[in-house]
């Protein structure tokens, strides 16, 4: 936990996707301080037709690139959260030459009661976690 939720426009190639991934849990594990094995990531790809994801006003421009990330997580600061937004664009554009203009990062907070990771039980209620 958290667990990242990627929306793509298909075409990348695997190893891009890795590279992605691999950055983002990077990126992850420094921000929020989560055990490098704590990896929970699902990759969407959709035709270019099923993936309108427009500047809200700013004047952003999107390319084919754009990335929508959906983060969900227990409750994290707004100091965490925003140097998770910049740490991550940084590192997307450098390693895999997505432009910060391409990504787009949502969260959705629940809390301890709304996880189960398996056998039917609320882990951090039971304190195995």
């Known amino acids: 936990m958290p667990l990242l939720c990627f929306d793509l426009i298909q075409g990348r190639s695997e190893n891009q996707i890795k ?44 390319t084919p690139n754009v990335l929508v ?17 910049r740490s991550l664009v940084e590192k997307l554009e450098a390693v895999c030459g997505i432009a910060p203009s391409d990504v787009l990062v949502t969260f959705v907070t629940n809390t301890d009661e709304d996880w189960s990771f ?12």
């Open 69 to 85: 990330l959906q983060v969900t997580t227990r409750p994290r600061s707004r100091v965490m959260k925003q140097a998770f937004y």
């Open 118 to 129: 398996g056998f039917g039980r609320a882990q951090f209620l039971t304190g195995e976690l």
């Open 19 to 62: 590279k992605i991934l691999d950055v983002t849990h990077e990126v992850l594990v420094k921000s929020f301080n989560v055990p490098e094995r704590d990896r929970y990531q699902i990759v969407r790809e959709h035709a270019p037709s099923r993936m309108i994801v427009e500047d809200t006003g700013l004047g952003i421009v999107r």
